[in-house]
């Protein structure tokens, strides 16, 4: 992404995946870098991030953003853009989904 261009993304389709762990009648809440699931994204949305290219290894990523089944938006920040289900890390995801987008890309 560019800082201050547009990002336009659709998403389709379905998927399935099979995961273990806990949770509480709260869900499952928190930020946990161990699991993977971001707590303020739906838990099995689609969720972006963009991170500058120029990133130091060690430093604390950006924090993620949903994107949803559509995305229209301007970049907060130059960068890669990055997306990925928010599901746990681990299991197996099998499914097509598909996205289509506009935008600057390299």
């Not at 060690?58 to 890669?80: I, M, Y």
């Not at 928010?86 to 097509?96: D, E, H």
């Amino acid at each position: 992404g560019q800082k201050d261009r547009p990002i336009r993304m659709r998403v389709s389709g379905d998927y399935r995946f099979q995961a273990s762990g806990s949770g509480t009648a709260d869900g499952v809440t928190g930020d946990d870098p161990q699991s993977g699931i971001v707590s303020q994204i739906p838990f099995g949305a689609v969720m972006g991030v963009i991170i500058p290219a120029n990133q130091p290894a060690d430093a604390k990523p950006p924090r993620p953003f949903l994107v949803g089944s559509t995305f229209n938006r301007n970049a907060e920040r130059d960068g890669v853009l990055h997306l990925r289900t928010n599901i746990p890390t681990g299991p197996t995801a099998t499914g097509r989904p598909a996205l289509l987008g506009r935008g600057p890309m390299q």
